[in-house]
């Protein structure tokens, strides 16, 4: 019984660790555009150890690889398009951290949550009377990190979502 506490403790103590870790990158990125590598691998590595402890590495494995993978792709191809960068080499690099914590199966559900968080305050800046337009630069590490703060609980409350490290 006390090593189960334990336990959950010390995920609690994680989750909490990967929480303040996102608030400090969010902010970051909201405020200069700017995803620094010297915090974003350790989350990732985290993530990985993480899940190892959970006895869920291959997830952890696959979801870091895939959602750095699906941004670097979906780059690319906005790039090749318009012939502009979309996105910043670190939220690439987020959002395969944030896939070490929660798995592959969670990355389509704090992708939509993310552009849906991008929608809203698209919207809020052009009723405050801000331009909106194709060059409007919007902080994406900002939104995914909305999108794992809307994931996790409810993964945590076992409402039937896709994937779950140890919740």
Known sequence: MASAWIADDFAD????????TLLCLAILDMRHFWLPDRVTLPLAVAGIMFAALQGDLISSLAGGAIGWAALVLVAGIYERITRRQGLGGGDPKLLAA????????ALPFIVTAAALA??????????????????????????????????????????????????
Do not use: E, N
């Open 98 to 105: 944030i896939g070490t914590w929660v798995g592959a199966g």
């Open 118 to 167: 991008g929608l809203a305050a698209a919207f809020i800046m052009a009723i405050r009377g801000q331009d909106i337009g194709r060059t409007t630069r919007l902080p994406f590490g900002t939104l995914l990190a909305i999108g794992t703060y809307i994931y996790v609980p409810m993964a945590s409350f076992s409402l039937s979502l896709p994937y779950a490290v140890g919740w």
């Open 13 to 20: 103590l994680m989750l909490a660790g990967m929480g303040w």
